[in-house]
């Protein structure tokens, strides 16, 4: 298909505008086939577009859309869904899906509802999760019990070891089965559908009467939202949000590692403003922070584009060009506010390169790295994902390639809001909630210095006290199940090493202040580890004050790097009579909670619990996992890990 033309000439004026929402793979006599991606990351959208690309070229006239704008009563009007689910935390659907999820799993939904639709899954998790891909397989089970036709086995993509490769073994089997069930030709190994144009540029002159009134150096979120009030009327306003934040102040931005750390670790306390941002102890904080500038400069360099130039991003048949992607705005803006430049480059991103690359061998080697072909997929791991290689990387080595701007920007993924648990209590700090954080800063294979996004941007956007200036950034609250039990008996234990105590220092500061009003509450028990008391036990001045005043019942501290022996928190737990004094509460009703790493603290974890209650509970293995299975089930075992 031919590329589209940059457009020159803008809209008039730009009000009424709209966010695009769905988009379309041509093939306008196609069989009808709906894409619908629950997504945290962009990862199931990635997935979705090259799904939709590839079954085009069978036959399909495929459409793909975020859940979120979907409307769910047209699912049983469908001939065929398809579902990219992606599972967040502990069995959740991500943000985008909260809502048409309740709808789908509503017991009340009438049985044979769908009897007329047929439908795939590919579910989107990670094994290091208890309830891995929970959600893939809830939609799985739900469709069926409505009546929904299965076309193809459900697939589940493990992230913690090639969720690429899963996807591309997956997509392989699913279009044979799909082409089978329509009795169309079945995929073989032809190359690959050609790529199909979903977004058009236009270019702005500075002058232009239409951008009157619009902040052009910053996209939408970034943009300090005017209010106004009146006195006639009530204005209701709903709470910040993945799509709309709010650009709030950061009061505090402070070091909690000594002088003595290689590492460091921010605590930052992020205004309110008032109730805005209204949380409670074991609630998440998400912040989207810009990328690194001097990044931002290095690629518009190797694009030979001017950072000045004012955009806006469209869907190809946004024929009024008011439905906007992103922009009006800077591309300087677009790449620091709204696009993904830093991460590992993606397969559909090198195959629009391999497009442009004028050097037959450059051509060759990017068709490869970026085939959909599941027994090509060691040369894209090797090269790419092993590397770490970013998009910058791949334009300083495939010197040949020229790529127009508008079909870069269209196959850039968006940048993502990191989410942090919230590490205080509104009880103890009524106008502030507070982020704890390490800083991410790694060299890759390629000599490439890697600094986190957002740590690195809260690093270097600190406060100026003296002259009460306090930079802003856009951040909504995701609520949590992970919250302390509602009543003052029942026993807490929270195992948090590293940032892994940020929601534990919430947990703590609330049992203090359900303390001063309630003298039947009991303090908590804490485990906490980090590597050496003088180098990185932060907050150790606060917990042991919590300790000697009973909010901490016991303050367990396990130093990894201290001694000749490593000590972890795993093993504080069998020390002594600790196991005893655990399984005890257990048995009183006590809650469990741990925070950190998945894949290997949060196990250890789990392991040692397991001897607990198997040796002092004189169970076998069997029933000692179903006594924790129980507890978990019961909400009594809570987990808030990353991996």
């Known amino acids: 298909q031919e590329d589209p033309p940059i457009i020159i000439k ?7 505008i709209k966010i695009q929402k769905k988009q379309t793979v041509s093939n306008a006599d196609g069989i009808p086939i709906k894409i619908l991606y629950y997504s945290q990351t962009g990862t199931s ?44 935390g502990e069995g959740d659907p991500p943000d985008n899906a909260s809502d048409f999820h309740q709808w789908l799993m ?9 009897s007329n639709v047929k439908y795939g899954v590919f579910g989107l998790g990670n094994k290091t999760y208890d309830k891995f891909n929970q959600v893939g397989k809830d939609i799985d089970r739900r469709l069926e019990e409505l009546g929904a036709q299965r076309i193809h086995p459900l697939g589940l993509g493990d992230d913690d070891v090639n969720i690429e490769k899963d996807f591309l073994s997956w997509k392989k089997e699913f279009s044979a089965s799909l082409c089978k069930e329509f009795e169309l030709s079945a995929p073989g190994s032809s190359p690959a559908a050609p790529v199909t144009r979903r977004q058009k540029l236009v270019a702005y002159k500075g002058d232009e009467p239409a951008l009157e009134g619009i902040d052009i150096n910053n996209i939408s979120r970034w943009t300090e939202t005017k209010k106004t009030t009146s006195t006639t009327t009530t204005t209701t306003t709903t709470s910040p949000d993945l799509k709309n934040p709010h650009l709030a102040e950061i009061l505090v931005t402070k070091e909690l590692h000594t002088s003595k750390s290689e590492r460091s670790c921010l605590h930052v306390e992020i205004s309110t403003h008032g109730d805005v941002l209204s949380y409670q102890p074991g609630d998440h904080i998400a912040i989207f922070p810009e990328n690194d500038l001097t990044m931002v400069h290095k690629l ?36 620091l506010q709204y696009y993904d430049i830093s991460s590992v480059v993606r397969k559909p991103q090198l195959r629009v390169l391999s497009q442009y690359a004028t050097d037959p061998d450059e051509k060759n080697r990017l068709l490869q790295l970026s085939s959909e072909d599941p027994d090509l997929q060691e040369i894209y791991d090797k090269y790419i994902v092993k590397d770490c290689r970013c998009v910058s990387e791949v334009l300083k080595e495939f010197k040949s390639i020229e790529v127009p701007l508008d079909h870069f920007l269209e196959v850039l993924p968006k940048l993502q809001p990191r989410y942090y648990s919230i590490s205080s209590s509104p009880q103890k700090h009524p106008n502030t909630v507070h982020i704890t954080a390490v800083l991410v800063d790694y060299v890759t294979p390629t000599k490439r210095e890697v600094k986190g996004v957002a740590t690195n941007w809260l690093s270097t956007h600190r406060p100026d006290l003296e002259n009460k200036i306090f930079p802003r950034i ?43 009003t309630n003298p039947d509450q009991i303090g908590g028990i804490l485990f906490f580890g980090c590597r050496h008391p003088d180098k990185d036990y932060i907050y150790k001045e606060e917990l042991e004050y919590y300790h000697k005043c009973g909010d901490l019942q016991n303050l367990v501290v396990a130093f990894s790097r201290y ?33 950190g790493d998945a894949r290997l603290m949060a196990r250890d974890v789990a392991d040692a619990l397991l001897k607990i ?12 996992q179903k006594y924790i299975d129980d507890l978990q089930k019961n909400n009594r075992y809570l987990q808030d890990v990353w991996s």
């Open 300 to 335: 518009a360099s190797q694009l030979k584009a001017d950072l000045n130039q004012i955009i806006s991003i469209h869907a190809v048949d946004d024929v009024s060009l008011r439905n906007f992607v992103v922009g009006p705005c800077t591309l300087k803006a677009a790449l």
């Open 106 to 114: 509503d017991p009340t939904r009438e049985e044979g509802l769908l």
């Open 474 to 516: 856009p951040v909504f609250i995701r609520k949590s199940n992970f919250k302390l039990p509602n009543s003052p008996l029942a026993p807490v234990i929270m195992v948090g090493p590293g940032t892994g105590l940020a929601p534990f220092r919430g947990f703590t500061q609330e049992i203090c202040h359900r303390r001063s």
């Open 613 to 624: 209650v198997t040796e002092k509970g004189q169970k076998s293995r069997t029933e000692a």
């Open 45 to 88: 959208e990635d997935f979705s577009q090259r799904l939709a690309e590839e079954i085009t070229s069978f036959g399909f006239s495929p459409e793909f859309l975020d859940v979120e704008a979907y409307e769910s009563d047209n699912l049983e009007k469908e001939k065929i869904v398809v579902f990219m689910a992606s599972t967040y």
């Open 563 to 595: 001694q000749t022996e490593k000590v972890y928190v795993q093993h504080k737990m069998l020390e002594g009579d600790m196991p005893d004094l655990l399984w005890k509460l257990l048995e009183s009703g006590a809650f469990f909670y741990v925070c």
């Open 10 to 16: 803008p809209p008039t004026n730009l009000n009424n």
